[in-house]
């Protein structure tokens, strides 16, 4: 749609890191191709500020070492980590890095995970980082570390009795408030609009342009606003606001997780984050700083809130909306006393933590197993209508480049050369440091 100005309208439904990512590259190609002047950016969030949803607390930008029994979110996860440490700046992250990997000693098929979680590192990981590297002009030390001790296996007197083994990874974990910041700022300096506590409640196509009708979540009161293109990463709402513009409904399950949030400053221990795999014997902790711990227990009562025989939210055109369940205050105590409990029996140092919130978000996953995370990729649901939808937050900085890519008309020279699977260095111009 052109404006008054003869501008055209890019509306952005969601503020979480899919959103803002896809409207800083969008801004940013615009720039490259000198066009920024005609076109307006507009981000509208529900919430009263960006990054509430489901990227409020990020833990960690990792390469994969959770899904031994999945080799292709495991590699998604890889490149997604490389393409996003090379356009952010060193202050995103949190301070304490590295991840280790356990293998719990109550699994029965503990040998064999072992095994998967080592092959990953030894025959993924390590090449594709070598050629990343080398095609990054061998700045060897400019992602994770030199990769000859990007990890290591675990040696087993280092191992508490919870645990069979394990690797250590060089990974990184974020620093949520600095990164909030950070993109706040790239926000500004882009001249991005963003309408806060506004909900797109729903879309039409009219001609070239698509109506949304935008609700002030305070006042209650509705206006309709026009946009030629939009990218709608709204998470849960994604595919609902999809299917008015595309009867459509995409194979994606919807889960709902608990992550709990800890002070740790009473706790004297590793600084490490720490990944227990998998299943009733698994558990992350996932330290932030000093202070502040994220933790998640992957099982029913603790951080997965549906019931066995409800695991997952299907989709389908009667049922394109995740009613966020309703816990009252008691249960929440009992999960928060519940995920004390098994975190710090797997990890006795962490005894003294203090679980301080329990933000509840929804999951997505193409897949029936919930550990199975692989990328969606972002797609074209209509024309000019483009759902971004990143599975990890590490998967952001790719699904933000697939859309440019869906875009040939603005995108073709701003991507010359570059292919996410054989040359993935991102152009300068993307590059937020
Ligand atoms: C427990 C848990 C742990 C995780 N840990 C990690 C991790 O360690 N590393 C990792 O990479 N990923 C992790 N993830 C995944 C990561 O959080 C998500 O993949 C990512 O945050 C998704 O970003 P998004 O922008 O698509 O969604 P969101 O951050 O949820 O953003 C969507 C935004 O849209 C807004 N919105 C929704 N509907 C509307 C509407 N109708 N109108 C206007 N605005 C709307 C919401 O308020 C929200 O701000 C984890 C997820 C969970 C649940």
């Not at 092959?119 to 090449?127: A, D, N, S």
């Not at 006393?337 to 003294?352: A, G």
Request: charged fraction near 25%; aromatic fraction near 10%.
């Amino acid at each position: 749609m052109h404006t008054m100005e003869n501008k055209t309208d890019i509306a952005i439904i969601g503020g979480g890191i899919g959103g803002v990512m896809a409207a800083l590259f969008l801004s940013r190609t615009l720039k490259f191709n000198r066009s920024r002047n005609l076109y307006n950016i507009t981000i509208y969030e529900k919430e009263h500020a960006i990054l509430k949803g489901a990227s409020n607390e990020l833990a960690r930008l990792h390469f994969g070492g959770e899904y031994p029994r999945d080799p292709s979110t495991a590699q998604d996860c890889v490149t997604g980590a490389i393409l996003f440490s090379q356009i952010f700046p060193s202050s995103v992250y949190s301070a304490i890095t590295g991840v280790d990997y356990l293998v719990s000693a109550k699994n029965d098929d503990k040998e064999e995970l072992l095994e998967k979680l080592v092959h990953h590192y030894e025959t993924f990981v390590k090449p594709v980082c070598t050629r990343f590297y080398a095609q990054l002009h061998n700045k060897a030390d400019f992602l994770f570390g030199d990769v000859a001790t990007l990890f290591r296996k675990i040696e087993p007197v280092e191992l508490t009795e919870n645990f069979f083994g394990g690797i250590h990874s060089n990974e990184l974990g974020f620093n949520s408030s600095a990164l909030n910041t950070f993109l706040h700022a790239k926000i500004k300096e882009e001249e991005i609009d963003v309408k806060y506590s506004v909900a797109i409640t729903d879309a039409a196509k009219n001609g070239d342009t698509y109506i949304l009708t935008a609700k002030d979540v305070l006042t209650e009161k509705e206006q309709n606003i026009s946009a030629g293109i939009v990218v709608n990463a709204s998470w849960e709402n994604c595919l609902a606001l999809n299917y008015k513009i595309k009867k459509e409904v995409p194979a994606i399950r919807g889960y709902w997780r608990a992550l709990a949030i800890a002070d740790i400053s009473r706790c004297d221990g590793a600084n490490d984050s720490k990944f227990a795999l998998i299943g009733k014997s698994g558990g992350m902790y996932s330290p932030v700083n000093d202070k502040k711990a994220i933790l998640y227990v992957p099982e029913y009562g603790c951080s997965f809130i549906n019931d066995e025989n409800n695991e997952c939210h299907l989709f389908s055109e009667t049922n394109l909306i995740m009613k966020k369940p309703v816990i009252s205050d008691s249960e929440i105590e009992e999960r928060k006393q519940k995920i004390h409990e098994h975190i710090s029996s797997l990890f006795p140092f962490l005894k003294n933590m203090i679980i301080v919130g329990l933000p509840v978000n929804p999951t997505f996953s193409k897949d029936d197993e919930l550990h199975k995370r692989a990328h969606i990729k972002t797609w074209e649901v209509g024309k000019n209508w483009f759902s971004v939808f990143p599975a990890k937050a590490t998967f952001a900085v790719r699904a933000a480049i697939e859309l440019i890519a869906l875009m040939p008309s603005v995108s073709s020279e701003a991507l010359k050369g570059f292919c996410i699977d054989t040359h993935p260095v991102v152009p300068a111009i993307f590059h937020l440091k």
